[in-house]
């Protein structure tokens, strides 16, 4: 549990992140369809 709140707001999380988390979600997705 984090108490305090990230040091930046979710609307502008590093890009890096979000392409990551974007892979794992279309992986997640081929490997359902499978």
Same mark, same amino acid.
């Given at each position: 549990?984090? @108490? #305090? /709140? /990230? /040091?930046? /707001? +979710? #609307? @502008?999380?590093? @890009?890096?992140?979000? *392409? $990551? @988390? +974007? *892979? &794992? &979600?279309? *992986?997640?997705? $081929?490997?359902? +369809?499978?």
């Amino acid at each position: 549990m984090v @108490s #305090k /709140p /990230p /040091p930046y /707001p +979710f #609307k @502008s999380l590093p @890009s890096d992140f979000v *392409k $990551q @988390s +974007f *892979k &794992n &979600n279309i *992986k997640a997705q $081929q490997e359902c +369809f499978i």
